[in-house]
């Protein structure tokens, strides 16, 4: 199933995404809510992990589309560092048990 990472900040998007991907996960990220809408209306993702840098309409707007879009499991989040360690706590048991 394939993850959507969803935050305002280019280098911690691309840490999240490392963590995923070494972790075996699928997972695309962006860092608007114009990419971020694209992605989600085609369908392919079943996760959607929001980042804490989204504002609350924003965050909304998006958890919205996600749902008319088939997505499974929407994962509010907001890293503290190590990332890595955060992922792996965090995230990726919720990307699995959506899956």
């Known amino acids: ?15 999240v995404l490392a963590t995923l991907h070494e972790d075996g996960f699928e997972a695309e990220g962006v860092s608007t809510d114009d990419e971020a809408r694209k992605l989600i209306e085609s369908g392919e993702f079943g ?8 504002g ?8 919205d589309l996600a749902a008319r ?11 503290t560092a190590p990332f ?14 959506a899956g």
């Open 69 to 79: 879009h088939g997505v499974r499991r929407v994962i509010d989040g907001a890293l």
């Open 47 to 54: 996760v959607l992990v929001i980042g804490g840098g989204v």
């Open 56 to 63: 609350p309409e924003s965050r909304a707007e998006l958890k």
């Open 1 to 15: 199933m394939k993850t959507l990472v969803l935050g305002r900040t280019p280098a911690r998007v691309t840490e």
């Open 84 to 97: 890595d360690a955060y992922v792996r706590r965090e995230f990726e048991p919720l990307i699995r048990e």
